[in-house]
Structure formats: C-alpha cells, structure tokens
C-alpha cells in the first residue's frame, strides 16, 4: 500500500525567506507524486506533479520539487516566501494503476510573517 | 470555462438522518472522484467514478454510496450519519483516468452532524 509522510504539521517562515516542504512517500511501484495547495474555505489547486522523466520540477507560484528515489523523498521549496503562500499544503502520491485516486499526506500549514 | 461545482456548500444535520451531495464537473470531464477531509484523519478516497460506473472505492462504511450520471454529474450519499461524519466533502474532476489527468477540485460541502 502507499503512504506519505509530511514532515511538520506546520513551517513558520519569513516574507522573502526561502521555504522548504517536505514529503516522504511509500509505494510498490513508480509513482507519480504531486503538490497541492489548499486556500481557505477553498478546494485543492494542483502546484505540481512529477510522472516521468525530469527529477526537477516546476510548477506555478514560483514553486518547485525534486524526486529524489533513493531517499523516496518529494520535496516541495520556493526561493522567496511571499505573504500569499499561506495556506495548507498537501503531498500525494497516484499509482500507475490506471485510477486517479490519490492518497495524500497529513498536509503541512506554511505560515509567512512579515 | 466554469469549474467544478459543488451543492450545497454548507449543510447541518441530525444523527441518524441522511445527506445527498451534488456535484457538477467541468464540462467534457468524464471522471469524478470523492474524498472526505477531517482535522483528525486528513484527506481520504471515498470513490471514483468514470462513464457511470464506479471504478474504485476508498475503506469506507456501506453507509456511503455514490453515483454517476450519463451527463457526468455524481452524487453520493450518506444515511445513517454519524457524528464523525462532519468534514469537508470534496469532488474532483478530470477529463479521463488515470494520474495523468489532472483532476480539478471543487470548492467542497462542509456537512456538520449534530
């Protein structure tokens, strides 16, 4: 079965500081990872996703994540915390199964002081 | 393009009674999946569905039940609820399956138990 594990119920960072998001996953074959982000009293906006291919990925906001398989590690960082970042993140992990489930993470508050 | 739609965004309920929630994809998507968000257990799959049919089913009571309709609007159901049963219900979209679809979520129904 798959799993992932988030680091950190909450990140406290400062405007401009560089934020770093971590999320470790668990699965029986290669997987597709994803970030999302959640606004409040909003839905899930996708961040963004590996499948193949290229470890590093981009994706809108200014964020971005690197599949690491040795460490079964998807970190999620942006370089400069902007005050609009706040909100709950959210780690996920999709098998090549043919689904679209997703299992996510526990999810990580980013909170952004001036 | 209008998103994915959720109705109704705020219910309140009794234990024991029963809940219909509604949700409307983005036009042409095929594919709609439920999950449920709680503080305690985070987000979890409920079901999946394309064409009608049930594809995948999240580790839920029987007391929840979905469906899917030929213009792919879904509904799912629960009766006999349960104060646990209080969280955010979320629906997410896509054009097909599979975790290279993208799925677009709504904005969610927030069902309170008392």
């Known amino acids: 079965a798959q799993s992932v594990t988030q680091l950190g119920s909450h990140v406290s960072v400062s405007e401009g500081a560089l934020v770093l998001l971590r999320c470790n996953y668990s699965s029986s074959v290669p997987p597709y990872l994803f970030w999302y982000v959640q606004y409040p009293n909003q839905g899930l906006q996708l961040l963004l996703k590996?499948?193949?291919?290229?470890?590093l990925v981009k994706g809108i906001n200014g964020f971005e994540a690197e599949f690491k398989k040795s460490e079964t590690s998807f970190h999620l960082t942006k370089p400069s915390a902007h005050m609009s970042d706040a909100a709950e993140y959210f780690c996920?992990?999709?098998?090549?199964?043919?689904?679209?489930?997703?299992?996510f993470g526990k999810g990580t508050m980013l909170l952004v002081s001036p | 393009k209008a998103g994915v739609t959720q109705t109704p965004r705020y219910l309140i309920k009794t234990r024991g009674q029963q809940v219909t929630l509604s949700c409307s994809p983005i036009?042409?998507?095929?594919?709609v999946s439920w999950y449920q968000q709680t503080p305690g257990q985070g987000l979890q799959f409920l079901f999946e569905y394309f064409s009608e049919t049930q594809r995948n089913k999240g580790n839920f009571p029987g007391r929840f039940s979905g469906r899917q309709f030929s213009n792919s609007r879904s509904e799912m159901n629960v009766s006999t609820l349960e104060l646990g049963d209080s969280a955010l219900y979320l629906c997410?979209?896509?054009?097909?399956?599979?975790?290279?679809?993208?799925?677009?979520f709504g904005p969610g129904t927030r069902l309170t138990v008392l």
């Open positions: 996920a992990v999709s098998e090549n199964s043919g689904y679209s489930t997703l299992t």
């Open positions: 036009s042409g998507h095929r594919s």
């Open positions: 590996y499948t193949t291919g290229a470890t």
């Open positions: 997410a979209s896509s054009l097909g399956q599979g975790p290279n679809n993208e799925q677009f």
